[in-house]
């Protein structure tokens, strides 16, 4: 049995977080305790932006500093480096999303291409990622995942956006850094996923380089990684499996209800738990031909796979294994790995503060629907905060 709870150690978990920074969390992570105040937060930094009022620095004070390494790659370094002094890597993540034009999604891609390089050329950053629609219109995404003929027009489209996929991944593998394709909404996921088996049978013989995400709470995906393996052990590629809970499932269930299909996500939180440990289980079950990217808050699934990785002599830091976290949450999962040894990574966005507010607003969400998962953050916060105090008046005392 994994002997000892790890995650409970709060020193190691906020090392790196001052005094101010610890409050600044718990006044967040107490906000964002109210879905009705973040609900009606996201409708006025919304309406403030639209407005063009001047609330940047306020969120860039607060939620942008909780969530966000910075605005550039640049401001990033001193927060990736400090994390690697802790053993924790890092992925750059230019988190600006919802854009339309085809010169947008050719600048996403060369920005997407210099963060390859540059986690090639840096230790710390040891993966490369980039989001289907930040490279392609949502909208042609969905037309080919529902197998819809496209005008002369739309298969150029689709070229392109199949081009920049292409340039991102073999640029990855020539440089042998691991990148992976983050998941979205079911309706436009089916082309992604075909997309990205095609990368890894191109570049995936040897070695595990180009990874897609499954999201684990939709009850199909199982299935899917099985047949895939099958797939990849007839035709001779590995398969990299990021493996989430997944981000939309109030979207997913509402459109699913109003078009009235059944809904691709598993029926509870239960239930995506349990699908979540078993397509786990099966990736660490073979890792001979599946590398597993393991991105979690869950601190069940967690130490699931530790102990997983314990009773089949699996090395703490096999290079077939990744733990991950978002920067700003679950500091106390990702500080006690990397403390341990296992291969851990936060997921670190950047980005202009008004191109970022999408992304922040849905990590409010997010922590606000996941049930328990803001009370954790918050107790374990106010832990530390307490222990600080101990410390000082101890040393009052000596003193």
Request: glycine share 6%; proline share 2%.
């Amino acid at each position: 049995m994994i002997r000892k709870k790890i995650f409970n150690n709060t020193k190691s978990a906020f090392k790196l977080k001052s005094n101010s920074d610890l409050d600044r969390a718990i006044f967040l992570f107490s906000m964002m305790n109210y879905s009705a105040l973040v609900k009606a937060g996201s409708a006025l930094t919304k309406m403030a932006l639209k407005l063009h009022l001047p609330v940047e620095t306020l969120i860039k004070k607060t939620i942008f500093e909780q969530f966000c390494g910075g605005v550039t790659e640049e401001d990033c370094k001193p927060v990736t480096k400090e994390m690697y002094g802790e053993n924790l890597h890092s992925i750059l993540d230019y988190s600006v999303e919802g854009k339309e034009s085809e010169e947008e999604f050719d600048s996403a891609m060369r920005k997407k291409l210099s963060l390859i390089e540059y986690a090639n050329e840096s230790d710390e950053v040891t993966f490369a990622m980039f989001k289907p629609t930040g490279i392609g219109r949502f909208a042609i995404w969905e037309k080919v995942s529902e197998k819809l003929s496209l005008t002369d027009e739309e298969k150029e489209e689709w070229d392109r956006v199949k081009n920049r996929v292409e340039t991102l991944c073999k640029r990855a593998f020539e440089l042998k850094v691991r990148l992976y394709a983050d998941g979205e909404e079911t309706w436009m996921q089916t082309a992604a996923d075909d997309l990205m088996v095609e990368m890894m049978k191109k570049y995936n013989q040897d070695e595990v380089l180009i990874f897609n995400t499954l999201q684990c709470y939709r009850w199909d995906r199982l299935d899917y990684l099985k047949d895939l393996h099958e797939q990849g052990q007839k035709e001779g590629f590995k398969i990299g499996a990021k493996i989430v809970r997944g981000a939309y499932m109030e979207k997913e269930n509402s459109r699913a209800k109003k078009l009235g299909y059944a809904s691709p996500i598993c029926e509870s939180k239960e239930a995506t738990d349990v699908n979540f440990n078993s397509v786990m289980s099966y990736c660490l079950n073979h890792l001979e031909d599946i590398s597993v990217f393991i991105g979690t808050h869950n601190e069940v699934s967690s130490y699931l796979a530790l102990q997983i990785m314990e009773d089949k002599g699996i090395s703490i830091d096999d290079k077939r294994i990744w733990f991950s976290q978002l920067y700003g949450m679950s500091d106390h999962i990702s500080f006690n790995m990397a403390k341990k040894g296992y291969n851990a990574v936060k997921l670190v966005p950047f980005g202009p503060v008004r191109d970022v507010v999408p992304y922040l607003l849905r990590r409010a969400q997010e922590n606000t629907s996941v049930k328990g998962q803001t009370g954790r953050e918050l107790a374990l916060l106010s832990e530390e905060k307490k222990r600080r105090r101990g410390d000082e008046s101890t040393k009052h005392h000596r003193e």
